[in-house]
Structures are given as C-alpha cells and as structure tokens.
C-alpha cells in the first residue's frame, strides 16, 4: 500500500502534503456542488447552473494539474 501510494504521489508530481491538500479541496467542492443539485432538484429556480459549473471548473483543474 505504501509503495503504491509513494508511486501514485510520484505520478502526480506532489508530496503528501500537496496531495492532501488537492484532495480536500476537490473533495470538499464535489460535496458542496452535490447539495447544490440536490437543492436545485427540489427547487428549479435555485442553483440552476452552480453545480454544473462547479463541476466544469474541477475537470479543468484536475487536467490541468495533472
């Protein structure tokens, strides 16, 4: 397990810390877009492009990144 992450950490060009933080801060947005299109399943009128654009803006970033 170690050796694999060590090679995925190597993969990306990012220490621990790094990797960490990436991965909080994408993880944290996938979670609030997701209430946000729940939100907007219930109400229409709320949202209406929040979450797709969120979405947009981590595809970009991870390719980016990476």
């Known amino acids: 397990m ?18 960490m933080s ?13 209430f946000m299109a729940l939100i907007h399943g219930l109400i ?3 949202f209406e492009k929040n979450a797709s654009n969120r979405i947009k803006e981590l595809h970009n970033f991870i390719n980016q990144k990476r």
Do not use: D, F, R
């Open 44 to 46: 229409p009128a709320i």
């Open 22 to 34: 990436v991965a909080l801060k994408v993880g944290s947005k996938m979670i609030t877009s997701g």
């Open 2 to 19: 170690i050796k694999k992450s060590q090679e995925h950490l190597n993969s990306v060009n990012e220490s621990y810390a790094e990797h």
